[in-house]
């Protein structure tokens, strides 16, 4: 995307869970455990963490489930390929279509403009998002071994047990992890996003791993770190429609919004050719006001845009058979 670096977000956060969390590795395990998180070795020693992706992929959903909240419709479900012959079972979502499987022309712009809230954050098969979150480690002193936990085979169908079906989990319980998340190029909707996410974690309401029917997966997060760095100086708030061209504005169809007052920034620091500006101590307040740039740009930009091919011959098609 742009091939330019203009702006940047970089938060650093810390995940102490509330529940017990099991992000499983998929793999069987010697001693006999059926579900085991995932691990690694730093320093020669084997460490549990939260892999990065398995983050960006609770995020993404929560933003989803946002955005679907305020206008029906207005994110793609990425999964959902035209050219396989699935009927989307909710009728308001038969146009949602993953972006990555339309066709918007051959531009990477055109790709963007086109794309939905949800794949311009966190990417498509057609690019990679501007949102990117680390592994979260385990703070020195708080790493944790797993506890086990027994579970009870079900029934589907009588929704009693089942007899001689038994199977352990491994879930880790507290101890203190940290992540990077950094957003480049945003839009001032996206940085606003990514506000209200950071402040759903905070108040524990998004939940990570397996096991949310069970009582496992919620975490809560603090912030000690946030910075925002620029290529320029900038005596504002600015984000991404402020900072290119306007041939480059139409091109992505970057959204025009900008708060009603001009969000005052602190004095930066220079680092190289780059100014950045802390917002630690502050950040949600400075930056309440940018919380409406997310619905108007849903509004604005109306949903997944570009072709879909076939997608109405297979749901017809589909619901007559
Ligand atoms: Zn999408």
Redesign the pocket.
């Known amino acids: 995307m742009l091939r330019k670096w203009l702006c940047q977000a970089d938060i650093k956060i810390i995940i102490e869970p509330v529940d017990p969390i099991l992000i499983k590795s998929g793999y069987a395990t010697i001693d006999g455990t059926d579900m085991v998180p995932v691990s690694t070795f730093k320093d020669g020693n084997k460490v549990y963490y939260f892999p990065g992706t398995s983050l960006k992929g609770a995020l993404r959903s929560h933003l989803e489930r946002i955005a679907r909240t305020l206008q029906s419709g207005s994110?793609?479900i990425?999964y959902y390929d035209p050219n396989k012959k699935i009927t989307i079972p909710v009728a308001t979502e038969r146009n949602s279509h993953?972006?990555?499987y339309r066709s918007s022309g051959d531009t990477s712009s055109a790709a963007y403009a086109d794309?939905?809230a949800?794949?311009r954050l966190f990417g498509?098969l057609k690019f990679g998002g501007r949102f990117s979150i680390s592994d979260a480690y385990p703070l020195s002193g708080h790493e944790r071994e797993p506890e086990l936990r027994n579970g009870v085979g079900i029934d589907r169908f009588t929704g009693g047990t089942v007899q001689g079906v038994l199977f352990d989990l491994q879930v880790l319980v507290g101890g203190e992890f940290e992540a990077q998340v950094r957003l480049i190029n945003f839009e001032l909707w996206q940085l606003a996003v990514l506000n209200l996410l950071l402040l759903d974690m905070e108040d524990e309401i998004i939940t990570i791993g397996s096991g949310r029917s069970r009582g496992l997966g919620r975490v809560r997060i603090t912030v000690p770190s946030y910075c925002l760095t620029y290529v320029q100086t900038v005596n504002h708030l600015k984000g991404l429609y402020q900072l290119v061209t306007e041939e480059e504005q139409r091109a992505y169809r970057l959204h025009s919004w900008e708060p009603q007052n001009a969000i005052a920034l602190p004095t930066p620091q220079a680092r190289g050719l780059r100014q950045s500006y802390d917002l630690s101590a502050n950040w949600s307040e400075i930056l309440q006001p940018l919380l409406p740039a997310f619905e108007q740009f849903l509004q604005w930009h109306g949903g997944?845009q570009g072709e879909v091919s076939n997608a109405e011959a297979h749901n017809v098609q589909e619901t007559n058979t």
Do not use: L
Request: aromatic share 0%; net charge neutral.
């Open positions: 994110v793609c990425p993953g972006c990555g794309s939905c949800a794949c498509s997944p």
